[in-house]
């Protein structure tokens, strides 16, 4: 569960971050489309934008982390379920792996026994390459 927390943390954290950053742009444009849409008179004051300015940010702040929290949560709950299923059965040994692994096997006793003490042979005709005479 420590590490839910802390990923909520690191990832609602930055999720947060960047939608706050994201509503206090969308904040201003609002408030300077509603300053510069009503029609001015002499002697009114603006509309009072501040309130706007300060929630539109929080606000998305609240609810991505709130995204985040959830959607980890779920993917905990779903990833413990999908773990706490038993384990697969033991891997049995394909026919044909085990029949090669035999032949293999003896071979290498053939080759052991057929071989003893191998000595080196002298060069003769039989064993060596002759390149063909040059042209």
Do not use: Y
């Not at 408030?31 to 300060?54: E, F, K, M």
């Not at 035999?102 to 026994?113: F, N, V």
């Amino acid at each position: 569960m420590r590490a839910v927390l802390r990923r909520i943390a690191i990832h609602g954290g930055i999720t947060a971050m960047v939608l706050g950053l994201i509503g206090l742009m969308m904040a201003e444009m609002a408030s300077a489309w509603l300053v510069s849409s009503l029609p001015t008179r002499a002697g009114q004051n603006p509309p009072d934008t501040s309130s706007i300015r300060h929630r539109m940010p929080l606000f998305m702040a609240v609810v991505g982390f709130t995204f985040v929290a959830c959607g980890e949560l779920l993917l905990h709950r779903v990833r413990k379920n999908r773990n706490s299923s038993p384990p697969p059965a033991q891997l049995q040994v394909d026919e044909t792996e085990r029949l090669l692994q035999e032949l293999l096997a003896k071979e290498d006793a053939k080759r052991a026994t057929a071989q003893p003490g191998v000595a080196s042979t002298a060069p003769s005709s039989e064993n060596t390459v002759t390149p063909p005479p040059a042209s």
